[in-house]
């Protein structure tokens, strides 16, 4: 059993940055790739970032490639996503998710432990 817990969320300016994390309790969490979903208000669930195991692999999706960082460390248990030049576009609930599925990181529904979303706002 994993719970996660998501902060670093609040309201940012078009260009500005913002660092999110996500802290993990439990048992077990260097056995699970993380990711970061964004849920805009009437849009579905939507990935962003990916990193395995142990950080070696790391995928975003093409909307936020350089500009978004995943990074996690496993002594301290927390993943973190650092987003930079942030866009209207970027705003949303953003979510963690933990999945041992590390071949399908990018499909939500492999996911099998969810944090409970922390907000993003984008002002232009």
């Known amino acids: 059993q994993v719970q996660l817990v998501e902060s670093g969320g609040g309201l940012v300016q078009a260009g500005g940055s913002l660092r999110l994390s996500c802290a993990a309790s439990?048992?077990?969490?260097?056995?699970?790739?993380m990711g970061w979903f964004r849920q805009a208000p009437g849009k579905e669930r939507e990935f962003v970032a990916a990193?395995?195991?142990?950080?070696?692999?790391?995928y975003n999706v093409d909307s936020v490639k350089g500009r978004f960082t995943i990074s996690r460390d496993n002594a301290k248990n927390i993943v973190s996503l650092q987003m930079t030049s942030l866009k209207p576009e970027d705003t949303g609930v953003y979510y963690c998710?933990?999945?041992?599925?590390?071949?399908?990181?990018?499909?939500?529904?492999?996911?099998?432990?969810w944090g409970q979303g922390t907000q993003v706002t984008v002002s232009s």
């Open positions: 990193i395995g195991r142990s950080g070696e692999n790391r």
């Open positions: 439990g048992s077990g969490f260097s056995r699970y790739a």
């Open positions: 998710g933990a999945t041992l599925d590390y071949l399908r990181m990018g499909e939500p529904r492999t996911y099998n432990y």
